[in-house]
């Protein structure tokens, strides 16, 4: 009997066993919590994107808002801000005005002769710079003034030790470096006597221009009381000159020469044309000027030229250019009759060559 209960109690531990197999343990607490769980990051994530959504929108706003006050601004903006503005913009408006005073005052200083334009200017006072003109074609010219009136060698430092400078003036060749600038320089080794003008193109048209560049070019290279141009045709009493200059040392602002006026010719293709005609009155007279063989400038003068050279008009002649940029000045006219070359008179200091 105990047996069969035996047997009978082994039997229903399998059945039960078997079941257990056939049917997996499931716990409901456990699949209610991952449900939540899938809930809650499903709503976060929602809020995430809105979040990003949102912001990304707002900067688009952002960036429209401020392209819109830039194109606003631009247009309000002028297109060159100009000097006067930075110094409105500054509260410096007196300062700017005091700097305009201060440069006009440095102009004029200039203009006296109280400031060295060029630092390598000699320190020594001179009497007197002269230049005398010449061209390439003039090298036989040149040849004969040594031979004549003007120094060589030894002769010629010791004119300077006597305070005169002088030079045969000429400008460089409209094909720079040709043969024309190199025989230039090769015999300027040799006779060391020329001023060569390297800024001034040595062509016909520009001959008026080149008295500009001579007084330019001096007043920075030497310290002198006179600056004197002189032309290629004439014979230069070297020593009579610098008694006429001496006798004018203590004058300030003084425009030496042979004093003429004359005719203004206004018909194109006669000699002595002048394009600028119109400008010289219904008479066309020129104004009192030095005639163009001799053109002498005090220091005075002479800076003036240099200083504001790039302003000064240049008319067809250089004596009549000379002359205009001396006319509105406060200028002492020497018009002294032994610097009139074509005269007959026997006391002069120059003549035709």
């Known amino acids: ?208 221009k080149k008295v500009k560049f001579f007084f330019s070019a001096a007043v920075e290279r030497w310290n002198a009381d006179f600056y004197v141009k002189v032309d290629d045709d004439i014979n230069i009493d070297i020593n009579g000159l610098i008694e006429i200059l001496k006798s004018h040392q203590d004058r300030h602002g003084a425009y030496l020469g042979c004093m003429k006026s004359g005719a203004v010719v206004s018909d194109e293709g006669k000699p002595w044309y002048e394009p600028d005609w119109w400008k010289f009155g219904d008479d066309k007279s020129y104004f009192r000027h030095a005639a163009g063989s001799i053109i002498i400038l005090s220091k005075s003068l002479a800076h003036y030229v240099n200083v504001n050279s790039a302003s000064l008009k240049s008319y067809t002649h250089d004596d009549i250019s000379v002359g205009s940029w001396i006319m509105g000045l406060d200028a002492s006219y020497v018009d002294d009759d032994r610097l009139c070359c074509s005269s007959f008179r026997q006391e002069k200091v120059c003549s035709r060559a």
């Open 1 to 208: 009997m105990e047996m069969s209960q035996h047997h009978h109690s082994d039997s229903l531990l399998n059945v039960m066993n078997a079941d257990r197999r056939r049917k997996p343990y499931s716990n409901p607490s456990s699949s209610s919590h991952s449900s939540k769980a899938s809930l809650i990051m499903a709503f976060i994530s929602c809020l995430a994107w809105l979040y990003v959504a949102g912001r990304l929108w707002q900067d688009a706003g952002n960036r429209a808002l401020l392209s819109n006050l830039l194109q606003k601004s631009s247009r309000n903006l002028p297109r060159v801000v100009t000097v006067e503005d930075k110094l409105m913009d500054l509260g410096c408006k007196e300062i700017g005005r005091k700097i305009v005073e201060a440069e006009m005052d440095l102009t004029l200083a200039k203009s006296q002769g109280y400031l060295r334009h060029n630092s390598s200017s000699s320190d020594r006072r001179l009497l007197a710079v002269i230049g005398a003109y010449t061209g390439f074609g003039s090298r036989l010219n040149r040849k004969r003034f040594r031979a004549s009136w003007m120094p060589r060698g030894d002769d010629l430092k010791k004119l300077e030790e006597r305070g005169v400078v002088l030079r045969f003036v000429i400008g460089r060749s409209p094909n720079r470096g040709d043969s024309l600038d190199r025989n230039i320089d090769n015999e300027n080794l040799k006779t060391k006597d020329f001023l060569i003008l390297d800024s001034h193109e040595e062509a016909g048209e520009e001959l008026s």
